[in-house]
């Protein structure tokens, strides 16, 4: 499946990104949390894995906070994400 991005912020230019298929259950996934540095993001994500974990199987998770909330997660957290987790989820908040 692939998406095509517009970004209103920036002049006219498009991208896309490939995703790959949602897995059929989380049940003994691990859940990588990415959290943007908003207010509260840590604590939504928190509450997101406690229910993924309790309602839906998933195994554990790993949080991670990003530098800003408009950059991409930093290269070490992405090769950590690839390397412990199953499943990633990135987190707003405010």
Known sequence: MSLQIYDPT??????????VPRPKSLKGL???????????SDQLLLRIAALLERDHGAKAH???RKRSAGAAPHAEIIEEFKANCDVVVAGIGD
Not at 13 to 19: A, E, G, P, Q, T
């Open 10 to 19: 920036t002049e006219v230019n498009s991208r896309k990104i490939n995703f």
């Open 30 to 40: 691990r859940i990588g949390l990415v959290d943007n540095t908003k207010h509260n």
């Open 62 to 64: 790993v949080i991670r």
